[in-house]
């Protein structure tokens, strides 16, 4: 946990002072005692938007230390029960987090991780090579699988299939890094784009609609239990297909999507390749996945605070 991080909340207080909002959206757990203090001292109306289970994520993300994880975990979830009869209202990223949680209120609302695409951002391109390209994006982390793709890349790269693997996004953990340029060191089929950098939105889109395939090989983990991963949505609402891992969570969205490949990366030796060159999609049901379908949600509860 950095310096700046443990200063966020002396930092918010003073720009809460000097701007006196009406309606506050507090988006971390560590947040929530300043804005409740506004709202005490000058009225703010507060909600707050859940976008993790922080306990589950805490305890079992393997981000903190073991002796730490456990209390930091119950230290944030009893922050979050003490504050929350001071809420006004409730945004959770996950329908899964309704049967989680239990400190939310009645005027509650599911906005689920959806895709935000920027306008004319896609369009579907021309394929420039008949090498297969494949694509992992977005957080570089073990538990979301990366070296499991990387596994997967080198099993076709063996058994024949021209195959381009481009990993985009930040390593935020040094030895996942370090172990991340071991494994592509002097491999001309893999391109890391950022890795000790933050890669933005926008370069991650790009080399996503590029891809034949993007590789989402997430591990099970106790603090992901029931969430659907926002690159999923992302894919699904730009028609991309996805070799994904197995999980009850999003099963039913693959298949009623034909939205691509389930696969087990962390037990299985081998791949089907035949399965690579089925036709995925079809059903025209990607405006489903994207932001502006449940927007008018959040516009309208912001409205209802601020009367």
Request: aromatic share 10%; proline share 3%.
């Amino acid at each position: 946990m950095s310096i700046d991080r443990l200063l966020a909340p002396l930092k918010i207080w003073r720009l809460l002072i000097k701007l006196k909002p009406e309606v506050i959206i507090v988006t971390c757990a560590e947040l929530l005692m300043v804005s409740i203090a506004n709202k005490i001292l000058f009225g703010s109306k507060v909600i707050y938007d859940v976008q993790e289970n922080y306990y589950l994520n805490i305890r079992y993300a393997h981000t903190y230390p073991a002796m730490l994880s456990l209390p930091l975990a119950l230290l944030t979830r009893a922050m979050e029960s003490i504050c929350s009869r001071w809420i006004d209202g409730f945004i959770l990223a996950e329908s899964i987090y309704a049967d989680q949680l239990r400190f939310y209120n009645s005027n509650t609302i599911v906005l689920e991780n959806k895709a935000l695409i920027p306008k004319n951002e896609w369009v579907p391109p021309t394929k420039q090579t008949q090498q297969l390209q494949l694509v992992y994006a977005g957080t570089i982390a073990a538990h979301y699988g990366v070296f499991d793709a990387i596994r997967l890349v080198q099993w076709l790269h063996a058994h024949q299939v021209q195959v381009n693997l481009t990993i985009a996004g930040f390593a935020a953990q040094k030895h996942v890094l370090a172990k991340l340029q071991q494994m592509t060191r002097g491999v001309d089929y893999i391109r890391i784009i950022g890795g000790d950098t933050l890669v933005s939105h926008h370069q991650i889109l790009e080399k996503m609609k590029f891809a034949d395939f993007c590789l989402l090989p997430y591990q099970y983990n106790k603090s992901t239990t029931g969430r659907i991963p926002t690159k999923l949505y992302e894919c699904l609402a730009m028609e991309i297909p996805v070799i994904i891992s197995l999980n009850d969570a999003w099963d039913n969205l693959i298949i009623e999507n034909n939205a691509g490949i389930r696969y087990d990366f962390e037990t299985s030796k081998e791949f089907d390749l035949a399965q690579l060159d089925r036709r995925f999609y079809g059903h025209n049901r990607h405006k489903e996945y994207l932001w502006d379908s449940t927007s008018d949600q959040l516009v309208l509860m912001i409205d209802q605070m601020a009367k």
